[in-house]
């Protein structure tokens, strides 16, 4: 049987048989559920454990389950819940006013254990998927802005070097100006070598490129890296031992 021991399912129904008979389908196929008789439970319950999926009644006295929808969007740490209602067959017309509160699905009673497990388990998988494009999302503006912050610093002494060498700061034919050129010419290749590894990076993220992994001496790759960083850290009084 599939591991869903990590998947919280909170049911939220008046009917004490619902809620019975859903509980028992779900624990069946190995979901973790949790039980709530009105809407204020329902809210109580969360919490206590936020679940990964709310099955939610639309009739219930005192606050209906596009009350209970609408009041779960609301809070930060809930917004991102699938909601899927259980509604009566006479009441599919309504779920346009559900789908504005923030539920994805429907599932109309009585129904099919088959077509509950099915319609959870596709909106737990959507969960999942979009919990991880946006975790890719943010892993990916990080190390932009970290490369951002990398090729910046090379390029700034690039631009420095090559105003100082504009305004004739120095002779073309002294042996400082010779040095300074080799410097220029390091910091250069450094901002390109780095350019090239992103685009290289990029390239990798498509499953098609085969990787050729071969053996690499680290003291180079290291003593590169310390070099590409010695003039920014030596500005900001940063010494680094290698």
Same mark, same amino acid.
């Given at each position: 049987m599939e591991e869903l021991n990590d998947k919280y399912i909170l049911i939220i129904d008046d009917n004490p048989m619902?809620?019975? $008979?859903?509980?028992?389908? /779900?624990e069946n196929k190995g979901y973790l559920t949790?039980?709530?008789?009105? +809407?204020?439970? +329902?809210?109580e319950c969360m919490e206590n454990k936020t679940p990964s999926l709310i099955l939610l009644d639309v009739m219930m006295p005192e606050m209906d389950g596009f009350e209970v929808c609408r009041r779960i969007k609301i809070v930060d740490k809930w917004i991102d819940i699938p909601?899927? %209602? $259980?509604?009566?067959?006479n009441q599919t017309e309504d779920l346009v006013e559900g789908f504005d509160a923030g539920g994805v699905?429907?599932?109309?009673?009585? %129904?099919?254990? &088959?077509e509950l497990l099915v319609r959870v388990k596709t909106h737990l998988e959507l969960s999942d998927? #979009?919990?991880?494009?946006? &975790?890719?999302? #943010?892993? #990916?503006?990080k190390l932009y802005s970290i490369i951002a912050h990398d090729i910046r610093s090379p390029l700034s002494g690039i631009l420095q070097t090559i105003d100082a060498i504009d305004q004739g700061y120095f002779d073309p034919c002294s042996e400082d100006f010779k040095d300074l050129i080799h410097h220029l010419r390091i910091r250069t290749k450094d901002t390109s070598t780095l350019l090239s590894s992103l685009l290289q990076w990029t390239r990798l993220q498509d499953e098609k490129v085969l990787l050729q992994p071969v053996q690499t001496d680290l003291?180079?790759? $290291?003593?590169?890296?310390?070099? $590409? /960083? &010695?003039?920014n850290a030596n500005n900001k009084n940063i010494t680094i031992y290698f």
């Amino acid at each position: 049987m599939e591991e869903l021991n990590d998947k919280y399912i909170l049911i939220i129904d008046d009917n004490p048989m619902n809620l019975l $008979l859903t509980e028992k389908i /779900l624990e069946n196929k190995g979901y973790l559920t949790a039980t709530a008789e009105n +809407g204020i439970a +329902g809210i109580e319950c969360m919490e206590n454990k936020t679940p990964s999926l709310i099955l939610l009644d639309v009739m219930m006295p005192e606050m209906d389950g596009f009350e209970v929808c609408r009041r779960i969007k609301i809070v930060d740490k809930w917004i991102d819940i699938p909601i899927i %209602f $259980l509604t009566a067959n006479n009441q599919t017309e309504d779920l346009v006013e559900g789908f504005d509160a923030g539920g994805v699905d429907y599932i109309t009673k009585p %129904f099919k254990s &088959e077509e509950l497990l099915v319609r959870v388990k596709t909106h737990l998988e959507l969960s999942d998927s #979009r919990k991880k494009i946006l &975790e890719m999302n #943010r892993s #990916r503006d990080k190390l932009y802005s970290i490369i951002a912050h990398d090729i910046r610093s090379p390029l700034s002494g690039i631009l420095q070097t090559i105003d100082a060498i504009d305004q004739g700061y120095f002779d073309p034919c002294s042996e400082d100006f010779k040095d300074l050129i080799h410097h220029l010419r390091i910091r250069t290749k450094d901002t390109s070598t780095l350019l090239s590894s992103l685009l290289q990076w990029t390239r990798l993220q498509d499953e098609k490129v085969l990787l050729q992994p071969v053996q690499t001496d680290l003291y180079i790759v $290291l003593n590169s890296c310390v070099q $590409l /960083l &010695e003039a920014n850290a030596n500005n900001k009084n940063i010494t680094i031992y290698f």
